[in-house]
């Protein structure tokens, strides 16, 4: 049995644990991690599934058709960019950034802004590593 230590001093058991990497092979998490090392990043990144439909997913042939510049590589360089920016800007291991995308869904062609967290935390094993989200997620 595994037990936590509560903020009171109290123990409780742990019921379920759901680790980052069953999150990835689940997809929940997407990694990110070999894009990311080229944007700066030099520990493993990964991004919750709903920011990255939000913000990278680029699959729908009408979204292609109504932004023809746009594509899923794209998307993602600019969502790692802009949290190496954050990450180089700040202190503390929670980041506040924003990025400028094209909503996939709708018939609207200009970019809207969309707030992202990134969180740098330890791992499974307690590695350091950046998880991507949308605000509402942490």
């Known amino acids: 049995m ?18 980052r990497e ?14 990311a090392s080229l944007a700066g990043f030099l520990v493993p990144v990964a991004m919750t599934r709903a920011a990255w439909i939000d913000c990278v997913e680029w699959a729908d042939e009408a ?12 998307r993602l360089w600019d969502v790692l ?7 180089a800007a700040g202190r503390g291991a ?10 996939q869904e709708g018939s609207d062609t200009r970019s809207r802004r969309v707030r992202l967290v990134m969180q740098m935390h330890a791992g499974d094993r ?4 950046v998880t ?3 605000p509402w997620e942490d």
Do not use: N
């Open 2 to 19: 595994h037990t936590t230590d509560a903020d009171d001093g109290s123990h409780a058991e742990i019921i379920h644990s759901y680790s």
């Open 81 to 87: 960019w802009l949290a190496g920016l954050a990450a």
């Open 22 to 35: 069953q999150m990835i092979a689940d997809a929940e998490l997407m990694d990110v991690s070999k894009p």
């Open 63 to 74: 979204a292609k058709a109504k932004a023809p510049g746009q594509g899923e590589a794209g």
């Open 126 to 129: 307690g590695e350091p590593v």
């Open 132 to 134: 991507i989200m949308l």
């Open 94 to 103: 929670r980041r506040l950034f924003a990025v400028q995308r094209v909503p």
